[in-house]
């Protein structure tokens, strides 16, 4: 890929995006070559499939590929840069690995620059093993961070309730799904079977959540923004703590 697209010179990044990086329309920007930017942001998307860590990166710059300006070409670079530094990690599967299912979700409150939506992150483990993730934008502006975070957790619990579908198929089955959230807000909404007038315009929908957690199929609980792996899905974190701690959680660069 590096060779591919004439960066395989270019010097190794620590970080896939600096939390300095504010991507927006540009429209005074210098336009790039549509076809090339495209062609680099898919090359990237086929490697979110097993590099994790710069999902949200190639996400958030895959936003803008109607019509790409040079800040969105050099924040595309430095994912490759980021890359090429990197080629060390990988996920880590190792032989009799539990089948205990937990689901991490995270939502970065009107993070985009653009229009000011939330951006919604999930991962899954089995055991200790990094099974499936994704970072989306949601489709409605969150009035709160609470709606926010209590979408993301929505949308964990549809992938919990698929996952715990597919172990039946080979003949596992887990009586509920621990869904790991940081934000407490969202957590007490879940158990509240009161809808207070705060939450009247959150979409009907989003409330299949409560219904499931009431129900026993899954179940939701507390962890710290710090211990919150889905918060690489959601943001640009800082290099020197953060980042690399949720990335060590993540993938393994085979010494283990």
Known sequence: ?????????????????????????????????????????????????????????????????ENPKTSHLEAVKCIFRYVKGTTHLRLWYP???????????????????????????????IGCCL?????????????????????????????????????????????DIPIICDNKGSIDLSKNPVQHSRTKHIEIRHHFLRDNVQKGNISIEKVSSEDNIADILTKTLKINVTFNYLTTSQVNDGTN
């Open 131 to 175: 099974t499936s993730w994704f970072s989306k934008k949601q489709t409605a502006l969150a009035i709160f961070t609470t709606e926010a975070e209590y979408v993301s957790a929505e949308k964990a619990c549809q992938h919990a309730l698929w996952m715990k579908q597919t172990l039946v198929d080979y003949g596992i089955r887990l009586d």
């Open 95 to 125: 032989k009799g690995s539990g089948i205990e299912t937990i689901v991490y979700a995270d939502s970065d409150y009107a993070g985009d620059y653009v229009d000011r939506k939330s951006t919604s992150g999930i991962c899954t483990f």
């Open 1 to 65: 890929m590096l060779k591919k697209f004439g960066l395989e010179d270019f010097m190794p990044m620590k970080n896939p995006m600096s939390t300095e990086t504010k991507l927006m329309k540009d429209e005074e920007g210098e336009s790039v070559n549509n076809t090339k930017y495209r062609g680099m942001i898919g090359s990237l998307l086929y490697l979110t499939a097993s590099r994790p860590d710069i999902m949200f990166s190639v996400c958030l710059c895959a936003r803008f590929q």
